[in-house]
């Protein structure tokens, strides 16, 4: 087995038919599994698919964040590489086997596509260090985009870190690393996980020349349950030691970038 896909549902089950199906027309070259995980009670969304590929089903009797549920699935998995996806995720092209091979040629330690929505239009899923500063300009809505990351003449991206929509790095890597640091439930965890991977060494990549469809929920504008645990995810990670540490060393960035 070369690739296992992490999937996590909490109750977006009706989402999960897309992601499946499209990920069936725009299968990997490489042999695959797909780990699905029902974080709270629901009813199995691939029971009538029709799929070439082996999709393993986890349900959960209690749930668990973001990070320990992926987390579980890693233990259990059985490819060289591990991706995880969110199950609001849409494969207009293949992406899966270009974006090994990219990971492979330009030694990046964590790699994804660009992100678009159902438009066209194109989201942030990568982004400078995050700080205190930023965070309280973007929530008075006085942001200047100071935290974008420039994209280089072959598509390439160098940011300090990759939103956990889409994911993708060696199984090795995951391991060596820890994995998901299961402190924070939910948010942050893909930031801390991009930074550690970066400070030990391995460049977080972003091929901007492919790209899937994300239909960004904004759950964290609409409730005040996942607003609470953004916040409480920004406190734990503002304070960590991880944060201190890669805020002295941001100019890494420009020097990955022109390392290139």
Request: glycine share 8%.
């Amino acid at each position: 087995m070369m690739l296992t896909i992490s999937v996590v549902s909490h109750g977006q089950g009706r989402l999960v038919p897309a992601l499946l199906t499209t990920l069936e027309t725009h299968k990997p070259t490489c042999g695959f599994e797909v780990l699905l995980t029902l974080n709270v009670s629901e009813p199995d969304p691939t029971e009538n698919l029709k799929l070439t590929y082996p999709v393993r089903l986890i349900k959960n009797s209690v749930p668990y964040g973001f990070g320990k549920n992926h987390n579980r699935a890693f233990s259990v998995s059985k490819g060289r590489y591990f991706c995880v996806l969110n199950p609001d995720i849409v494969f207009i092209e293949e992406v899966l086997s270009h974006l090994i091979g990219r990971m492979e040629s330009v030694g990046a330690g964590i790699i994804a596509p660009g992100i678009v929505d159902a438009s066209g239009k194109v989201q942030d899923n990568f982004r400078k260090l995050p700080t205190p500063q930023r965070l309280i300009a973007k929530c008075l809505g006085a942001s200047r985009n100071d935290d974008l990351v420039e994209v280089n003449k072959i598509g390439l991206a160098y940011p300090d870190f990759i939103s956990g929509m889409f994911l993708l790095l060696k199984s090795s890597l995951f391991r060596q690393l820890g994995g998901f640091d299961e402190r924070y439930f939910l948010y942050y965890e893909d930031v801390d996980l991009s930074l550690r991977c970066r400070l030990a060494g391995y460049p977080v990549v972003v091929d901007t020349r492919i790209k899937v469809i994300h239909e960004a929920q904004m759950s964290s504008h609409r409730s005040l349950r996942y607003l609470r645990w953004h916040t409480t995810s920004a406190v734990k990670f503002f304070t960590s030691r991880l944060f201190w540490r890669a805020l002295k060393g941001r100019d890494c960035v420009k020097a990955e970038r022109e390392g290139l």
